[in-house]
């Protein structure tokens, strides 16, 4: 168990929908990460926060938008769904805002989402 | 463009053999590389972190090799284990500016599958 705690497990919705993905990071971390899986595909690095303000930027649709709260939690919002939307969906922590060499990231269990 | 190609996307070993995957990249200037594995349906764990200066680093039956001049990394996996069985991702971080998580470049991953 990494510590890190990723609400729902699945979700299966249809093309057009919206969704909320959440994400608790690890006691005392203050970045969250977001990554995208899909079938066959390498992890996807979407978007970092670092206490409550938006760190890095990676391959992120204008589709999806995030945040992270004064609790650290983030959510991830996917809206107007596309089949090719469905992946799993990753959250990390890590203490700092760097990934340098000793600020490991710990992957949450994941989000499958399903769009129908 | 940064890149991280693995070897081979697949393999398959019987239960007690060795075996090595490999792990090429082009990220430069480079910081440092890591080996993650990832359970099926799971999020990814990280194995070893390996930087600029150093070559060899092990973690239990797991031993990582890093040629900063080639650019190339191997993780060798020693009497294998059913529970071996898992995607190994290799992810390389440059060093970068800003720091963030867009400096990572993450490999597709080898799916190992160990037999009985």
């Known amino acids: 168990d990494s510590g890190v705690t990723q609400t729902p497990k699945h979700l299966i919705t249809a093309t057009g929908q919206r969704v909320t993905l959440r994400c608790s990071p690890r006691?005392?971390?203050?970045?969250v990460y977001w990554y995208q899986q899909s079938l066959d595909q390498g992890l996807q690095f979407l978007i970092q926060?670092?206490?409550?303000?938006?760190?890095a930027k990676g391959n992120i649709l204008e589709r999806f938008s995030a945040q992270q709260f004064p609790d650290l939690h983030s959510e991830l919002n996917l809206s107007s769904l596309e089949l090719g939307d469905s992946a799993l969906y990753f959250c990390?922590?890590?203490?700092?805002?760097?990934?340098?060499?000793?600020?490991?990231?710990?992957f949450g269990p994941g989000t499958r989402l399903t769009v129908l | 463009k940064n890149q991280v190609e693995q070897s081979p996307q697949s393999l398959i070993i019987l239960e007690g053999k060795n075996c090595t995957l490999q792990?090429?990249?082009?990220?430069?200037?480079?910081?440092?590389l890591r080996w993650y594995k990832q359970d099926t349906g799971r999020g990814p764990v990280s194995l070893t972190i390996?930087?600029?200066?150093?070559n060899t680093k092990s973690n239990g039956r797991y031993t990582a090799t890093l040629d900063a001049d080639t650019k190339q990394s191997s993780l060798h996996i020693t009497a294998s284990q059913l529970s071996d069985s898992a995607s190994y991702i290799c992810?390389?971080?440059?060093?970068?500016?800003?720091?963030?998580?867009?400096?990572?470049?993450f490999g597709k991953g080898t799916h190992l599958i160990i037999q009985p």
């Open positions: 992810v390389v971080i440059g060093v970068w500016a800003g720091g963030g998580a867009d400096g990572l470049t």
């Open positions: 990390a922590s890590s203490p700092g805002p760097q990934v340098g060499i000793t600020d490991t990231q710990y």
């Open positions: 390996m930087t600029f200066s150093e």
């Open positions: 926060y670092y206490n409550g303000e938006e760190r």
């Open positions: 006691s005392g971390d203050l970045s």
């Open positions: 792990c090429n990249y082009t990220v430069s200037p480079f910081s440092n």
